[in-house]
């Protein structure tokens, strides 16, 4: 449609099942790589995908005429086959149930962009649970502990 213009940042993160520590350093930047282009694929722009070995963050500019929860379905689901069909991981590869989506404004970009880019460092203060339970509450996002944490192996 002509005319029509957009400026949707998000921030999206989700989990290794059961947050198994699957994804290592030697299949970390192949699966980050599919990540952002999988993302690209659906027409949203993908700004930064980084995560540890538990987990991904990725900040991409939204289009708008794609869901969330299909932008989810497809990165996830796509990812997820890759994974498993390049047999990238030493185990059978899933992605937790569920995600998390932030909304940013464009004042915030630069922020979200560092704060993504040193997950490594990040994570040897804060564990990803914490860390997540800390992105729900810092938006006010009333969540059941219970439900938003599969139970480890």
Known sequence: MSNTYHQVYIQAVFAVKYRGALINNECK?????????????????????????????????????????????????????????????????????????????????DAVYKYIANQEAHHKKQNFKDEYSSLLNKYNVEFDKRCVFENLI
Not at 40 to 49: L, Q
Not at 53 to 60: I, K, N, R, T
């Open 29 to 109: 930047s192949k699966i980050l790589s599919v990540i952002g282009n999988l993302i690209n694929e659906t027409g949203c722009k993908t700004i930064i995908v980084n995560g540890t070995e538990d987990h991904v963050h990725c900040l991409l500019g939204l289009k708008p005429t794609i869901s969330i929860s299909e932008l989810m379905r497809i990165v996830k689901g796509k990812s997820s086959r890759f994974i498993n069909d390049h047999q990238l991981t030493k185990y059978k590869f899933e992605w937790q149930e569920g995600y998390g989506v932030f909304s940013y404004s464009k004042s915030h970009i």
